[in-house]
Structures are given as C-alpha cells and as structure tokens.
C-alpha cells in the first residue's frame, strides 16, 4: 500500500508539472492546481488508511499530517493571491518543487516501509479474542528509576476468550530487553482463542515505551541499555551475574505484584484501588473468569529468565516457558570464576525454547568450563525439563517482530527461515505444554527439534 500511494503521489505531482508546462503556466492557475491535488492526495491517503483491511494505520500518521500541512499552506497561498496576476510560473522551481515533495512524502512514509500490514495470524481455538488493559500500582515499593518517590505501576494487557462463560488458566507473560508487551502478540491471542487468559506485562523503564498512570510515555532507560551492551560483549560470569540480579528483583517484584493482585480481585470479586483502568468492569469480569489455580508464566530473553525465576519461588505456578533466554536467575553466585547453581532441582515443568546456534555453542561452553550451561543445568534437573531447538533461527523469531517490520527484526537478529510457520510451530508448542500442565489435556508431543 506504501508503495501504491508513493507511486499515485508522484503521478500527481508530474501531472501538476505537466499541466504547468503545457497548459496552465501562469502562477495563479499553478497555485490553484496545486491546491486540488493537494487536497485530492490527502483525500487519497486518508481513504486508503480508512480501508478495513488496513492495520496498524499509525504507520501513515506521519504522512498524513505532512499532507494536511502541505494542504492548509496551498490552500491559504492560493485564496490570498487568488485574484492577482502575476505571470507566469518559472519552469525550474516548478520541477524543483515536484522532486522536493516526493521526497518528503518518501520520508513521511518512513514508518509504513518499516512496518507491515500484518495483525496477528490465524488463530486455532473456537473463542473471539478481546484485550482490555490497567496499570497496577505497587504500593509496597517505589520506581527505582524514578526520583519522585511515587510507586512502582506495572500495566497490564489482558487478552481473553470474548464470548467464554467458563474459567480460564491465567499465563503472564513478560518481554524481553527493551521490548514491548506485543513483542508476542499471536501468542497470546492463540492461548485466548483456546480458552486462556493472558496478562501480557509491560515492566517500565525496561520496555522500549510505554505509558505510566498520568498518560506520560516512558521510554528504556539509557543505563539499562548500557548495562545490556555491556553484558552482551563481556565474558566476565561475574559482570553478568552482578547486573543481571537488580534486573531479575524488578521484574520479579512485577510479577509478583500482579499474581498477588489478580489471585486477590478472583478471590474477592473485586478490584482494589491499586487498579487503575478506564474499564473496570470489564477488567473484574475477565478476572472473575480467571481460574488462579492454574498459572503459567512465559516470556521472552530476560522475560523468560524473570518467568524462570518466579517459577522457583512461588508455589502457585503450575508450568513455565523460556523463549530464548539465559536462565540468569538459576545462578546464586560466582565462586573462583565458577557459576554457583542451585542445589535444588527446579520445582514446576521448564520448557526451554533455544536456536540451534545456542545449542552447539552450549557444548562448547561445558567442554572449557567444565560445567553445563545454565540453561542445559535448569533443564536436567527440573520436575519435567525440555528443550526445544530450531534451526534456522535468530533471538527475534521467537517473537512477532519479523512479521511486523522484517527490517527492525533483521537489525536485531532473525533468521532466514519462514517467520509466519516458525511462529505458528512455536504457538502450537506452547498451546501443547499449557493445555498438558495447566488443563490436563491431551499428550505432550513436542520434538527436540524444528
């Protein structure tokens, strides 16, 4: 569709250089064109972004704003110079003036090139999706990235079965490192469709954006990005260990603040004034369809290492999932440059999606360490421990990015594999370990690799 509306805009541009050219080339009757097929393109993109099979139309916003721009300017040059004769319109900055407007309108559409038209794939189960959000207020602590002394607020996606009437398993998920509570999008609409309640989190000042309780955008923090970096590219187990633990506490205290929050609301039928939402009635009724015993917890990179983590310590979690990440949590300490493990064996089924790379480079790990990667650790001494590899693959495939903007997903790491089947495969395994762990249906048939 971008590429559509760049190739109608330049054909109207053209066509107002060649109207001026040949039959209009006085400066009142340039003004005056000028001012329709601004209108006429404004009017074209606006229609285009109406269409119903159009998603995420922000990508257009940008753009349309230039137009509305370039519009109102035309149009008040040519009302206030509409009865003035002033000759003709000079043929150079006529044609200047066509290559300066495809070029911003190039720029302006920026947003739509990076980003598809995708919305999500097919879902499996027979309920419609629906998603309502909150903030959670945390009054037992304040933001440590904050210097206003205010509260910890944690928001809240949920996505549940729109037309359900029973109970429902609760899944929370958490995204990765400067991510965002859609990174998983089809995910959590897969596990709703087939009868799941998913409390999608955003952690603040950890997420790429998001909005706190006032309508302010947060944005990463720029330590935390460092700090990221500087783990990314130090072999030091002992850096790792001593950034990764205040990055765990927060996003487990986030946890744990929303598992005690909505078991209490399922408990009482009530929501208390630590949630905030513009629809708290419909918040209530998804929680009091939320069967709180049965929780899964999942999540992606250091989303999944905080999923890990509070699977050890809560007695209320039923399965986990780790999509691609350090299970950092499982290690209590660095002794003579050794990562300490715990001794006891991980407490509730762990399934741990990995890349193929990763798994080779995990041999290689325990032949010069003399010691399992944490993960392989995890995984061998859980209640019921997998792992699952596919070939292929990237950091990002395990996520929604490649399908959203293929150009950010391929700066960040993804694979050259079939993104739309790789997540549809990836769905399908979670929806098979949930519906084994926290319904107690069907068999688990998931293979060690894809």
Known sequence: MSCLFLALFAIAEIALVILTFTKFPEKAAWRKNRAFIRAAETVLLLGMILLPTVHLKWRFLFALIVLIMRLLIAGIVWLVNRKKTDGLRQKPRTVISCVFSVILISFALIPSFLFTNYNGLKTTGAYRVNEVSAILIDEGRTDPFENDGLYREIPVHFYYPENGDGE??????????????????????????????????????????????????????????????????????????????????????????????VEEAAKTHALGNNWLTEDRDTVLSVLNHTDTDRIGLMGHSLGGAASVAVGRERTDVAAVIDLDGTMLGETKGVENGRNVYYDEPYPVPVLDFNKERDYNDREQYKSEKGYPYVNEYVVENAKDGRTVTFSGVEHMDFTDLPLISPFLAKMLGSGDVDHESTLNTVNGIVLNWFDYYLKGEGTLDIQAGY
């Open 168 to 261: 429902y398993p609760l899944v929370v998920f958490s995204h990765g490192a400067f991510g965002y509570y859609q990174s998983n999008f089809s995910t959590y609409a897969e596990l709703a469709s087939n009868g799941y309640v998913v409390a999608a989190l955003d952690h603040p000042h950890h997420s790429f954006f998001t909005k706190d309780s006032s309508g302010k955008t947060v944005i990463v923090d720029r330590g935390f990005i460092a700090d990221v970096m500087t783990i990314n590219e130090t072999t030091s187990d002992e850096m790792v260990f001593e950034l990764s633990q205040s990055w765990l506490k927060l996003r487990v205290d986030d946890f744990n603040c929303v598992l005690d929050a």
